[in-house]
């Protein structure tokens, strides 16, 4: 039997400095790493609905259907997807990808928000570079971790490195990373693999389609 | 075969402030549920070490060693731990456990961090009043969820509801449910099960024996 299409909900549209970065781009980058079909539906992110509420009760994207499942929180929607693939190992490897998984969520991405926050949003450059101070180490133990090896788990790409690489995302283009050489290269490892490539393509096209459908806020 | 015993690692002494609440309680909780054995070793707070590193790259506990694996990250080990257990089901509603797991600390942990740090830690009532603005909706759509059932997946406790409550301990401490009566009901639901009762005691006289042992800094 063929698996069913998996549904991938996002936003109808957003502003230019998100595009690139909201997170079904990293449910995109899975879907075509295990050559998973999808379709893309949309929720309105200017008027919040009931129905997407009821779905993920604190309004964000992505969600996923497959089959009879619903599911929200990047995290967990990967590991379901990678779930029985290449990408997720069984065993005890399959318990050190879900760690990295949830590292890559808790130990960098709760840091790199609140700066990003501060950076980018508010334009707070106090405030930022006191969150800079907090996120540098992270980012420095993360590279410690990768001297010796390729890949967070085993000597393979898994979906830990697929979240950790869409994560360093940001922080690369910030320039955080120009003084950790390596983490900079497993960032750029993951990235030119040709299934990140498409999905981000895809992602750009979908935001580029919504311009033509939707109207800007005044 | 009998499962081995589960070796988990904490401080080896904290102050009194965080004492109740360092992550070792998630872990001992979920033990004590599955009656699985377990001894504590510890790696010191104040002079973290190479090997502590080795093991948790950012230098924080909890850690386990299960046989073989050596795991950090509390989510990552309860669901560890968890799998082949009632507290984790199998099928479309562990997809749904490990997604409560991840929004508990994703969704509703990583808000409650600032905010605790900004109240407690810094006493910086201005931005602690500021990050109470961001916890408290998310806290409002959390109880929107339990509105109608009493736990988190299906109609039983699970390791998501296990981490959920731990993670509500503090601001309910702290006021922030006296207005969300169905979700302050959740966690005393939760609270009130013989293994986290067991797990407190525990994990309180473990900083008490440290005591004996260790002396306070200066």
Do not use: C
Not at 140 to 159: A, E, I, K, P
Not at 185 to 199: H, I, N, V
């Amino acid at each position: 039997m063929n698996p069913t299409q998996v549904v991938l909900t996002t936003y109808d549209w957003v502003p230019d400095m998100p595009r690139g970065y909201v997170r079904d781009i990293r449910i995109r980058w899975l879907l075509e790493e295990i050559g998973r079909p999808y379709r893309v539906e949309t929720v309105p992110l200017r008027e919040k609905t009931a129905t997407h509420f009821a779905r993920q009760p604190f309004g964000q994207v992505p969600m996923i259907q497959d089959g009879d499942l619903s599911l929200f929180e990047s995290g967990a929607i990967l590991l379901h997807l990678a779930r029985g693939t290449d990408l997720l190992p069984s065993g005890d490897d399959g318990a050190r990808v879900a760690q990295w998984v949830i590292a890559a969520l808790n130990s960098i991405e709760s840091f790199l928000i609140p700066w990003a926050v501060a950076k980018f949003f508010d334009q707070n450059q106090a405030a930022a570079a006191r969150q800079e101070e907090l996120l540098r180490p992270r980012l420095s133990q993360l590279q410690d971790v990768l001297q010796d090896r390729d890949w967070l788990v085993g000597d393979r790409f898994t979906v830990a490195d697929l979240l950790m690489a869409e994560i360093l995302r940001i922080p690369a283009e910030a320039g955080l990373l120009d003084d950790l050489p390596r983490l900079a290269g497993y960032l750029e490892r993951a990235t030119s693999r040709p299934a990140f490539t498409k999905a981000l393509a895809d992602h750009m096209a979908h935001w580029q389609a919504a311009d033509q459908t939707q109207s800007a806020p005044a």
